[in-house]
């Protein structure tokens, strides 16, 4: 696509010297030298698959280093198959690239896919590099395994589960604020702590395979906790009630929300959190501590699922520390 | 995505609306409400995995119409399936919208979804929509399937092989010309059936699939004949040499052809055919006759396979009916 333009090689030079060597050791991908690529589950596993896109100035800034942009590409599809027990094989990448794209740039990029795939044992086997006159936009298509017929779902909440939520909430959002300048009295250190949870996800790849066997429903966090717990209560027909001083925060989250205490509805609702919100029978309390231990992830109940007969909009009830229900308005979380 | 934006609903009422009855019938779906697909391959077969992203303004007219701009971004991706000897099964959708994007076009793309689904076969099974300030951007993800270790690859080529091709060659790009008023002299309905093969590729499903037990290499055509079969030249470690007059042209293509025969170079080398090119055994020819006696689909011989120890860019030769090599200069084809 690049052949004209003179900033980049040829797009068949630019595919052999970034991309081809991700596709190194993974049979199916035929060095990129093929149309398409093979990939098949492992006896016994179904295929797990996935695609997310992200777009230049909506999901990330232009200006994010480009090692960066490649890695969060790449994650937020890594949280979706995390969050459905799927372990990652293998993954495919269109590139949409402005025509002020450098080779320092794909250079770059190239190096961050290389640095997670090496983390998350995954492969580049397909894909498609083309020119827009927009901006850098990034589609990733994620392929995992999962047990034949075990993929978790969101649909299996019941009243009476407890609700879980791994690592921390509300620090992507934050962070971006903070990028954006709206957090001017949180400090340097707490400030950067955030805005790297917002530039590079964290997916909760060691801990979503081993919900397999004991959680009822699960989603990954990146629409926001009320939402995405909304998406487990629609599909489960279920309702939810979550402690709002149980949903865990980071210390530089803490300092951030001290500071000024309306950002906690940012928190609760700004998404991008990449961390696996999850449902499970409320005995199994012990076993999720053992799995919290032996994927070195904290995970934390926020709540507890209910029975329903009420609209969508209103099945996410959180709940102030003396119990009483509070309202998200344009001030934050208040009281009913 | 687009819940602030006021032209369409929230990203969940679109993908219901629009989206989710594109899954309809195919389990691992899971009607688009979890966030992921299972798709695993019949027993004894491989799955067959490609991605190709179309830009508005780079790939398709922005005024094209909404279902010929979703059905052209699926069948680019079936071409290659088909061209790998792959069925079709299943795709993902990553769709970009500018924020114009109007409830109206978005019923007309996936109206044309709808209407290739049943024509090929195949069901949506996840995807992702975006707001982008830039263009139209649709990248599809499509799946397929072979017989295991049994996909058509491009790198079995031989010396001694004969070259085929499906269809006939040149009509995409004759139709962009013409839709840019560079065939003035075309007529209207020649120019018409022309623009239709630029707008809406026509797959050979039905060819790729009967290929498996006779080609020794195949690649669909889409980067122009003479680029493609170096891509095969180059994988297969081959030359070629194929004669000019052999090409197969459509009536409309010849006709623009006659009024100018300077766009004889853009028909070899334009693109856009989704046409199956490969090679067999000349001793094949008889069954490959029968191949295209029962997919409905011509297929002529347009030249051969050699050995070679040239440069890449100098593998395929195009002969004129004297025998003699064509040279591609500004003025299209002519003798060195």
Redesign the interface.
């Known amino acids: 696509?690049f052949d004209q333009n003179g900033q980049l090689p040829g797009e068949f030079e630019l595919i052999a010297k970034y991309f081809a060597p991700l596709s190194e050791g993974y049979p199916?991908a035929?060095g990129l030298?093929?149309?398409?690529?093979?990939?098949?589950?492992s006896a016994g596993h179904?295929?797990?698959?996935?695609?997310?896109?992200?777009?230049g100035?909506?999901?990330f800034h232009a200006d994010d280093p480009a090692d960066l942009v490649a890695r969060k590409a790449l994650r937020v599809n890594l949280s979706?198959?995390a969050?459905?027990g799927?372990i990652a094989r293998a993954y495919?990448?269109?590139l949409?690239l402005p025509e002020t794209t450098t080779t320092a740039w794909l250079s770059a990029f190239a190096s961050g896919l290389a640095a997670d795939q090496r983390k998350y044992g995954v492969h580049l086997?397909?894909?498609?590099t083309?020119?827009?006159?927009?901006?850098l936009?990034i589609?990733v298509?994620a392929?995992?395994e999962?047990p034949?017929g075990r993929?978790l779902?969101?649909?299996g909440a019941r009243a009476g589960d407890l609700i879980f939520v791994t690592g921390t909430i509300g620090d992507a959002v934050l962070g971006l604020k903070a990028l954006d300048g709206e957090c001017p009295a949180l400090k340097a250190e707490a400030a950067a702590s955030l805005i790297e949870r917002y530039r590079l996800p964290q997916p909760r790849v060691e801990t979503g395979p081993l919900l397999l066997d004991v959680a009822t429903a699960t989603?990954?966090v990146s629409d926001g906790l009320i939402a995405d717990l909304e998406h487990i209560c629609e599909?489960s027909d279920v309702s939810a009630a979550i402690e709002s001083k149980k949903v865990p925060l980071s210390p530089a989250a803490r300092q951030a929300l001290t500071d000024d205490p309306t950002l906690a509805a940012s928190a609760l609702t700004g998404g991008d959190d990449y961390e696996i919100l999850f449902t499970a029978p409320a005995n199994a309390a012990n076993r999720i501590d053992q799995i919290s231990q032996s994927s070195g992830t904290p995970i934390t109940t926020i709540g507890r699922v209910e029975k329903t007969s009420r609209a969508i909009e209103t099945r996410v009830t959180v709940l102030s520390p003396d119990g009483t229900p509070l309202k998200l308005s344009n001030k934050g979380w208040t009281h009913f």
Not at 33 to 41: E, K, M, Q, T, Y
Not at 125 to 128: C, N, R
Not at 130 to 135: D, F, Q, S
């Open positions: 696509m199916g035929f030298l093929d149309d398409a690529a093979i990939i098949s589950p179904d295929l797990v698959a996935k695609t997310d896109a992200i777009v100035g909506v999901h979706d198959l969050g459905k799927g495919m990448l269109d949409i086997i397909g894909g498609d083309n020119a827009t006159p927009g901006p936009t589609a298509m392929f995992g999962v034949k993929m779902r969101r649909n989603i990954d599909v």
